[in-house]
Nanobody, 123 residues
Framework: QVQLGESGGGLVQAGGSLRLSCAASGRSFSSYNMGWFRQAPGKEREFVAAITWGGAGIYYADSVKGRFTISRDNAKNTVFLQMNRLAPEDTAIYYC????????????????WGQGTEVTVSS
């Protein structure tokens, strides 16, 4: 019973930054763990970052650790992904997702998905 909508994607030069937002509607948003995934052309969807419902547990893929920051504002029902030092390898469609249980790294653990926002990093 959660609807998710991503925004903030676009075209950026290598080394630049973007901030993605995921607005959620529905009941009990604060009870869900949230994650970001991405899918590049010709590639499978991969885990990017996750945050627990209270914000105490934060996890990142090795490829983005130190460059990306996930956060959430439960009062505004919004999850963020701050992306710094972007590289062409980060080009993908980025999806936010919500789950209540399961392995945070697995897309199959998530019950609700947004429509995605496209990020393109030029060299």
């Amino acid at each position: 019973q959660v609807q998710l909508g991503e925004s903030g994607g676009g075209l950026v030069q290598a080394g630049g930054s973007l901030r993605l937002s995921c607005a959620a509607s529905g009941r009990s948003f604060s009870s869900y763990n949230m994650g970001w995934f991405r899918q590049a052309p010709g590639k499978e969807r991969e885990f990017v970052a996750a945050i627990t419902w209270g914000g105490a547990g934060i996890y990142y893929a090795d490829s983005v650790k130190g460059r990306f920051t996930i956060s959430r504002d439960n009062a505004k029902n919004t999850v963020f992904l701050q992306m710094n030092r972007l590289a062409p390898e980060d080009t993908a469609i980025y999806y936010c997702a919500a789950k209540y249980g399961g392995d945070y790294r697995l897309s199959s653990s998530y019950s609700y998905w947004g429509q995605g926002t496209e990020v393109t990093v030029s060299s």
